[in-house]
């Protein structure tokens, strides 16, 4: 077996150990004669595996008591798709700060219900950057702010956490979510597909404090109301058992890796490290303004674009896996997720200097 180096933005490379504990578990989880996917999650077996993992991911970030934790299906866009119904109470509008392609869907779903202002957008600086605090044009009567802490496509990270006064702060975390320490309190609602930081696809987690549930719309349908979540421990249908127990070994890992105090340290080397290569040469590039480089996906472009497809057979063919940009913007992009270890940025690096001497 050779695994190679995954720098997929998502789904995105697990650490190895829990794929091989995943491994080891699957036809016979602990004895029991079955695996953890045939069962009920209604069992204590399973109740037992899905609490443990909440404790893990409650430890991890020191989530507050006053914050519930759901483990739900339907994915980061189908949060930023209830958000809305779930939050606005008797407001009719939403402060929403535009910095890329999932905030500008978030924002787009939002306007189905309600008035969204735009407290501030980066559009005109082609989103290279995320606004400052001094920037945003917030509304105190507004039923929440939302942004999104890593906009995963254009690579561009927040590096403060807005401060919105009164108003709940709402954020898609998905790309971005354990990999430093967060203060849980400075938020109202912190969401996260699963697929990047967390574990395969199919779970989504959503943080959320408890005076925010209990708002939602008549209209709004059970599957997609948080509180009848939080009331059923996300056990209201049956949830994404596998996707959970994953997620789960995960949480155990990166408390073996030290927490996320320690995974900020390794991810601030391993960006630093890329984001070195592209700014010593040249060849490449990156335009993300140097505050808001994001630490977990860096596009980065070669010099002559008609090179693209030939950087991508190489890295290829050299054991570097999905280095394609998003669609929509072309280049590359190397997502570097906890689970994407410093040897493989030190192999890229090593593979971007050896291309450059090759076809630069
Ligand atoms: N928000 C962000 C920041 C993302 O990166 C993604 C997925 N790439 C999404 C939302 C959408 O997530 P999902 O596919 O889980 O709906």
Not at 173 to 190: C, E, H, Q, R, Y
């Amino acid at each position: 077996m050779a695994r190679k180096f995954n720098f997929s933005a998502g789904p995105a490379a697990l650490p190895e150990a829990v794929l091989a504990q995943a491994q080891e578990e699957l036809l016979d989880w602990h004895g029991n004669g079955l695996s953890i996917m045939e069962m009920s999650h209604r069992s204590d077996e399973f109740v037992s595996v899905a609490s443990q993992a909440e404790q893990d991911l409650r430890d991890l970030l020191s989530i507050p008591d006053n914050y519930k934790v759901l483990f739900l299906q339907g994915g980061a866009t189908s949060q930023f798709s209830f958000l809305p119904l779930n939050l606005l109470g008797d407001r009719n509008s939403a402060d929403y700060i535009n910095t890329g392609v999932w905030s500008k869907k978030a924002i787009a779903e939002a306007q189905r219900y309600c008035q969204v202002n735009i407290a501030a957008t980066t559009e005109s600086e082609r989103f290279f950057c995320a606004p400052e605090q001094a920037q945003l044009q917030l509304d105190p009567n507004a039923a929440y702010v939302h942004y999104t802490s890593n906009e995963t496509i254009g690579g561009v990270e927040f590096d403060y956490i807005p401060q919105t006064g009164d108003v709940p702060l709402v954020v898609d975390m998905s790309s971005n979510i354990l990999s430093s320490a967060l203060d849980v309190s400075k938020f109202g609602v912190i969401y996260a597909g699963a697929q990047k930081n967390i574990g395969p696809a199919g779970l989504t987690v959503v943080i959320i404090r408890d005076d925010l549930l209990g708002k939602a719309q008549a209209m709004t349908p059970t599957m997609m109301n948080y509180a009848v979540h939080a009331k059923a421990d996300s056990m209201n249908n049956t949830p994404p058992t596998f996707g959970w127990y994953l997620a789960g070994l995960v949480f155990q890992w990166l408390k073996q890796q030290g927490g996320v105090e320690a995974m900020a340290q390794t991810n601030a080397r391993k960006a630093s490290k890329l984001y070195a290569a592209i700014d010593s040469s040249d060849f490449y590039a990156n335009p993300v303004a140097l505050r808001n480089r994001s630490r977990m996906n860096v596009p980065f472009t070669l010099a002559d674009a008609a090179l693209d497809s030939v950087f991508l057979e190489e890295s290829k063919a050299a054991g570097l896996l999905n280095l394609e940009g998003h669609r929509s913007v072309g280049g590359m992009r190397a997502s570097i997720y906890n689970a994407v270890p410093e040897a493989a940025v030190d192999a890229l690096v090593q593979f971007m200097a050896e291309f450059e001497r090759r076809h630069g």
